[in-house]
Nanobody, 123 residues
Framework: QVQLVESGGGLVQPGGSLRLSCAAS????????MGWYRQAPGKERELVAR????????NYADSVKGRFTITRDKAKNTVFLQMNSLNPEDTAVYYC????????????????WGQGTQVTVSS
């Protein structure tokens, strides 16, 4: 089994910062990429940022460019999202995603999701 465990969400004032972490564990052979998505009430889930092998290529939603930074510790199968200059529009449940090959996946990449962590930006 593969698990993604997120941490770091919470309540922050506008202009503040938060750092999200997500650790993947279990019968993992290789991780092709990891990323963060978010879903606000009444809205669809959207990509926030992702980082992919090879080369640790990164992609960001336009709304977070210049404010959020995604990084990865490959040795620990952990991805981070540093969020600065937060505003109320960033309020959402943030989900970690990993595209990986597991022992049980018959060699094909599969999507795995964390349980989500709430980020609330409010004064």
């Amino acid at each position: 089994q593969v698990q993604l465990v997120e941490s770091g969400g919470g309540l922050v004032q506008p202009g503040g910062s938060l750092r999200l972490s997500c650790a993947a564990s279990g019968a993992i052979i290789s991780i092709l990429g990891m990323g963060w998505y978010r879903q606000a009430p009444g809205k669809e889930r959207e990509l926030v940022a992702r980082i992919r092998s090879p080369g640790e290529t990164t992609n960001y939603a336009d709304s977070v460019k210049g404010r959020f930074t995604i990084t990865r510790d490959k040795a620990k199968n952990t991805v981070f999202l540093q969020m600065n200059s937060l505003n109320p529009e960033d309020t959402a449940v943030y989900y970690c995603n990993a595209v990986l090959v597991s022992v049980h996946g018959l060699g094909s990449p599969e999507d795995y999701w964390g349980q989500g962590t709430q980020v609330t930006v409010s004064s």
